[in-house]
């Protein structure tokens, strides 16, 4: 159970909060929520052993918790003014900073500033009721800002097309989009961003990918692929494995032959140098990686994300697929993050929809395989499941005949959300 409890001017708020966090529960989205009002004057959230504490628009110099702005009286600040002061204050959450034609939120991440923008910003309490309760089902703080603005306008344009209704933001078009080198309006805005902007990768062969095994052997790799397997990757952690190279150009080698999607996790510069298929990249890599020579090298990339700003930024980079994770505990990497579960998943599958395949990865073994299937991801990245099996071909065998589409695959996934069971 984790609690919410609001200043009493801010009271307002419930008739928004009650039917999100509704919502949420009957997604199972995240523990229940209890909500309460205080005198107190600022917003204090408790998840488990968690406690946040925030408050809007008011210059308490020493408040330690968040420090919410989203009040704007002309002559608006500008945006690059705002992107600094968020950089040098991690508490400080900027929301629906108006700008010329939209919108920009901003928020500190490691150091530096993050932003989405849109332009329309929705409806204000919605937006405010959005982030609180985000933020209370323990999403991250850039997931709970992006989902607050998908929200807002979500909440906005239900209300102007008289449904009324408020229901959990899941179509793209609601979502705003997050200011990369590659967002048409940077320069104008006058974000600055540390990327550079990148053409679309290459495709994959999205009949291919149903089942992905990641494995840590180019022997493994020659294995799979003997068995059929048609999409496989190479992961190898020590970097100063003295055979990485020789494994690296074993494995392309490999794929060439049997005609598979290989990709390499982590070595770009090795996956370029051989002509690798393609390579993984977690968002850990993306600091450092040149994505531009990796797209001019005509290589496909697939990139991890862990929740909605994640998949929003990766999306921009336009990859060759999209894989989302951890859904489950996994023992095999340890995770900063926790386990993101199938109802999450599912959401998270509606909102890239068919724009990019999808590949759900963490603890998935052959029985949770195929609920994770019937959220409509396009494919599902195993690792234990395949080298601890006591079988491993007959493991391939069995996930295969799991991981297939009826002819008709659409009129599944239209009712994908209503029909995934709880965890
Ligand atoms: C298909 C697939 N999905 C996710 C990952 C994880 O990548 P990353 O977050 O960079 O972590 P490492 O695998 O490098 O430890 C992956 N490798 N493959
Ligand atoms: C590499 C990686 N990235 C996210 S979870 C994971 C490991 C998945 O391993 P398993 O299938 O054994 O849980
Ligand atoms: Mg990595």
């Known amino acids: 159970m984790s609690s919410l409890c609001l200043p009493d001017h801010l009271t307002p708020l419930l008739m928004h909060v009650e039917p999100l966090l509704a919502n949420a529960d009957q997604y199972q989205l995240g523990n229940t929520v209890s909500v309460s009002v205080s005198e107190s004057g600022v917003v204090d959230i408790k998840i488990e052993e968690r406690q946040l504490s925030l408050i809007f628009n008011q210059a308490e110099a020493d408040f330690s918790g968040f420090k919410i702005l989203d009040q704007w009286y002309a002559p608006y600040p500008s945006v690059r003014e705002m992107q600094v002061k968020v950089e040098q204050d991690s508490r400080v959450i900027v929301c629906g900073l108006p700008t010329e034609k939209g919108c920009v939120d901003i ?4 150091g530096e500033a993050r932003a989405v923008y849109c332009h329309h910003a929705g409806a204000g309490e919605p937006q405010r009721a959005m982030l609180l309760c985000a933020l209370a089902l323990d999403y991250p703080l850039e997931d709970a800002v992006t989902l607050a603005r998908a929200h807002a306008r979500g909440y906005q344009s239900s209300h102007q097309d008289g449904h009324g209704e408020v229901s959990w933001p899941v179509s793209r078009e609601l979502f705003p989009r997050p200011l990369t080198a590659n967002h048409p309006e940077v320069d104008v805005l006058g974000w600055q961003s540390k990327e550079v902007a990148v053409e679309p990768f290459c495709a994959t062969d999205a009949q291919q990918l149903a089942l992905y095994p990641v494995v840590d052997t180019a022997e493994w790799v020659d294995r799979l692929l003997e068995l059929g397997v048609k999409t496989t990757q190479l992961r190898i952690k020590n970097s100063q494995d003295p055979q990485l190279e020789t494994q ?10 049997y005609q598979a999607q290989v990709f390499v996790n982590d070595y770009w510069q090795l996956a370029i140098k051989h002509q ?9 890599d993306l600091e450092t990686a040149d994505l531009v020579a990796i797209q001019q090298a005509g290589l496909r990339i697939g990139l991890s994300t862990h929740g909605y700003y994640e998949i929003l930024r990766a999306v921009e980079f336009s990859p060759s697929y999209i894989a989302l994770g951890h859904i489950f505990p996994t023992t095999t990497k340890e995770m900063p ?5 199938l109802n999450r998943l599912a959401l998270y599958q509606k909102l890239i929809g068919d724009t990019f395949p999808t590949v759900a990865i963490g603890g998935i073994d052959l029985p949770r395989a195929e609920k994770v299937w019937r959220t409509g991801v396009s494919s599902v990245a195993v690792v234990r499941a395949i080298t601890e099996a006591s079988d491993p071909a007959m493991a391939v065998d069995a996930f295969n005949q799991l991981l297939v589409r009826p002819e008709f695959p659409d009129a599944i996934n239209e009712k994908i959300t209503d029909r995934i069971d709880a965890d």
């Open 276 to 284: 690798a298929y393609g390579v993984h990249l977690g968002q850990e």
């Open 337 to 341: 993050s926790k386990p993101q579960g």
């Open 107 to 110: 928020w500190h991440h490691n």
């Open 248 to 257: 690296v150009q074993q494995i392309i080698a490999a794929g060439n032959q």
